[in-house]
DNA sequence: ACGCTCGCATCAGGTGGGAAACGG
DNA sequence: CCGTTTCCCACCTGATGCGAGCGT
């Protein structure tokens, strides 16, 4: 039952979607700015905007939602450049509450702390409603699936009364959740919902075109999974790595949408870092305040410039500081040591930017399990240190050896980098996704050499479908499995649009996405874990790893994953047993981590880098595709 | 002379590490 | 006392501004 609870709960919930004010000038923003290719342009830009701001100021804050304005780039798309400044955020932005949130909201996914989740293999894929199992309500008892995002105030609730069916009303409640009955947090609130099905776009009509979106770098969350990842939240707001960047289709490419992620709680608990691993203790808050609902910034806009390119949050910044809601939209308040849950919200809208409030079959949800995340304000596990440090560019400073050259370093590590970055440069970036053909990306890696080593190596794409995901959090491998099926991915390779290469995000770009994809990473990190267990041990990260890849590939990994590594990349830091501390700039040394750690032997993450890499290199495409059922 | 391209310098901002501060 | 949070640091990326060089 719950699961159509759940379902209901979350359909309803998503189903109600926001509302926007008329204010929204959404209209501006929204324009197709169809030939803008860049959506890049927008994240840049912010710069000076937010420059004018005081340090502190992020881009959020000055809005993040026109980066182009004011710079040089200014709107490449013609959209109107407004000036940086709250003044002005998104039409959208301002118009999804963020603080929304309800305390309680929880999106759970795996009733266990970590054992249950990581056993379950859905963590990762969609599971069948039943199988979810948990969902937990939250204390307060307000369910919302949506709960985060919406506020009770705000977004759902005024937003439509039609929807106040829903339960919004006022803010009240969350609509769907309570409705339903059943566990309000589930995952996938909006796909079954009851209203799901409703609530979910008929494919093909009009509004009602059900989306399937893609985590576009879905390789690398799967390699932080794998370890439990951890996001850094600080005051003024820390950027999410990896960051949510997904691809839609399935978009009425005429009709209007808002994008959006919220962040929700994954589970009712409190974690910590114990012993190499996370565990549990005691209770969530829920009680915390604050904005969790991030906008697009190039919200509203039309499908066919969300279907166009990739879409990314990039700028999305994670904070601890409750007080950051209202001016920061583009922060999402979290607390430390609490799991949360990213979803992704697609809201079909007027061109104003105004939601049909009769419509409550215009919003759709997406989660990614994979990119569940523990909230920290420091560090715990140094394998999520070391693959921060690999991947994200503005780590390079904390890698062992970097070099200017990078190909200085003996290691494989550096040397191999260049190499798949060329690749990806060659191979992926052409359009960075898309270029020629959007869809391909997917498709080569997809379908057909890559298939075999997805085994090993992740799948490329997973495309999800609305909410309807059943299992929360929890990838259901059959489903995984039979994403990668050609059927299932074909679909997409047939869509061939036009992408801009643009890669969503400014920052981040081939590097990034390389990195993403694992192309750049070298490496070696060191783990903090005493356990020293790949993730395989760890209580939760373990679970992670193999959710979400079906169990012959979890072994297949696993083991290649650190053996495969070719010791010469560890070696490099290897010598560093010693070295290491010193090699490291800073690397903070775990006490388990030992030599063992910098030893060749690298990694899975390390290995899955190259393997993505290589799979990237042939199709690229490291997208997580869920389909809805 | 004018316009365009390229390269360098500068600035803003992001990153993790480490130590200090804080709070239970 | 211990765990968590905050602040500052050095390092790096990316964007922008400016000037030099080159072609028309």
Redesign the pocket.
């Known amino acids: 039952m719950q699961l159509g609870e759940q379902l209901l709960g979350s359909a309803a919930s998503l189903a109600g979607p926001p509302f926007y004010p008329p204010e929204s000038s959404g209209g501006q923003r929204g324009q197709p700015s169809s030939g803008s290719p860049q959506r ?1 342009d927008l994240d ?2 912010p ?2 905007c ?2 004018a ?1 005081p ?1 502190m ?3 959020a804050e000055a809005g993040e939602p026109f980066p182009g304005a004011g ?3 200014g709107a490449p798309d013609g959209r109107k450049a407004a000036p940086c400044g709250e003044a002005e955020l998104p039409p959208a932005a301002a118009r999804y509450p963020l603080d929304s949130l309800s305390p309680e909201r929880y999106y759970l996914q795996s009733p266990g702390p970590q054992g249950a989740e990581l056993g379950a293999p859905c963590s990762l894929f969609p599971y069948p409603a039943a199988q979810h199992g948990s969902v937990y309500q939250a204390p307060g008892g307000a369910r919302y699936p949506y709960g985060s995002m919406l506020a009770p105030g705000g977004f759902s609730a005024a937003v439509c009364p039609g929807r106040a069916q829903f339960g919004g009303g006022g803010g009240g409640g969350y609509q769907y959740g309570q409705g339903a009955a059943g566990p309000l947090y589930s995952p996938y609130p909006a796909a079954g919902s009851c209203a799901g099905l409703g609530a979910l776009a008929v494919p093909g009509s009009g509004p009602g075109l059900r989306a399937q979106v893609f985590l576009c770098n879905r390789p690398l969350w799967l390699k932080f999974h794998r370890h439990q990842t951890e996001m ?1 939240i ?2 003024q707001g ?2 999410m ?1 990896p960051f949510l960047s997904f691809n839609i289709t399935g978009l009425n490419p005429t009709a209007h949408y808002n994008v959006f992620v919220e962040v929700v709680l994954a589970d009712p608990n409190h974690w ?2 114990q012993g190499g691993k996370w565990v549990t203790c005691g209770k969530a808050d829920n009680n915390m305040q604050g904005n969790k609902v991030y906008v697009h910034p190039e919200s509203p806009n039309t499908g066919s410039h969300w279907m166009r390119q990739e879409i990314s949050f990039g700028k999305l910044k994670l904070t ?1 500081n409750k007080g950051a809601n209202n001016n920061n939209t583009q922060m999402i308040v979290l607390q ?2 609490h799991k949360y849950q990213p979803r992704l919200h697609i809201v079909e809208v007027t061109e104003d930017g105004v939601e049909d409030l009769n419509d409550s079959s215009k919003t759709q949800t997406f989660i990614f399990p994979e990119t569940q995340f523990i909230a ?4 715990q596990n140094t394998d999520i ?1 070391q693959l ?2 690999d991947h ?7 890698r062992d050896n ?1 070099d200017s050259s990078h190909q200085i370093v003996p290691g494989a590590r550096y040397s191999v980098q260049p190499f798949f970055q060329e690749q990806f440069v060659n191979n992926l970036p052409p359009a960075r996704f898309y270029n020629g053909e959007r869809t391909v990306p997917q498709t080569n890696g997809l379908l057909s050499p890559q298939q075999n080593e997805e085994v090993a190596n992740p799948p490329q794409r997973w495309f999800v479908t609305p909410v309807q995901q059943p299992g929360t959090n929890k990838l259901d491998m059959n489903s995984y499995e039979t994403e990668y099926s050609p059927s299932t991915l074909l679909p997409y390779g047939i869509k061939s649009l036009p992408l801009q290469t643009s890669h969503a995000l ?4 081939d ?2 996405f390389s990195s993403m994809a694992g192309w750049g990473s070298r490496g070696s990190y060191q783990r903090k874990m005493a356990t020293g267990l790949p993730w395989t041990s760890r209580t939760s990260p373990p679970a992670f790893s193999e959710d979400h890849l079906p169990k012959e590939k979890v072994k297949e990994e696993i083991s290649s994953s650190w053996i495969e590594t070719p010791p010469s990349i560890k070696s490099l830091d290897s010598n560093d047993s010693g070295i290491y501390t010193s090699a490291c ?4 040394l775990s006490p388990s981590t030992s030599s063992n750690e910098n030893s060749p032997t690298m990694k899975c993450e390390d290995m899955n880098a190259e393997d993505y890499s290589k799979d990237t290199s042939k199709g690229m495409g490291y997208y997580a595709f869920y389909t809805t059922t």
Do not use: D, H
């Not at 400014?506 to 770009?509: D, F, V």
């Not at 700039?585 to 903070?588: A, E, Q």
């Open positions: 890049l840049k830009g710069k000076k937010g420059g701001g340090g100021l992020s881009e710079s040089k780039q850094i600080t005051k820390r950027r790595f910590r870092f601890n430390s040591l920290v304000t420091a560090y240190t921060k440090i994200n560019p503005f780590a390079k400073g904390f970097y400014g920052y981040y770009p590097p990034t700039k800073r690397r903070r």
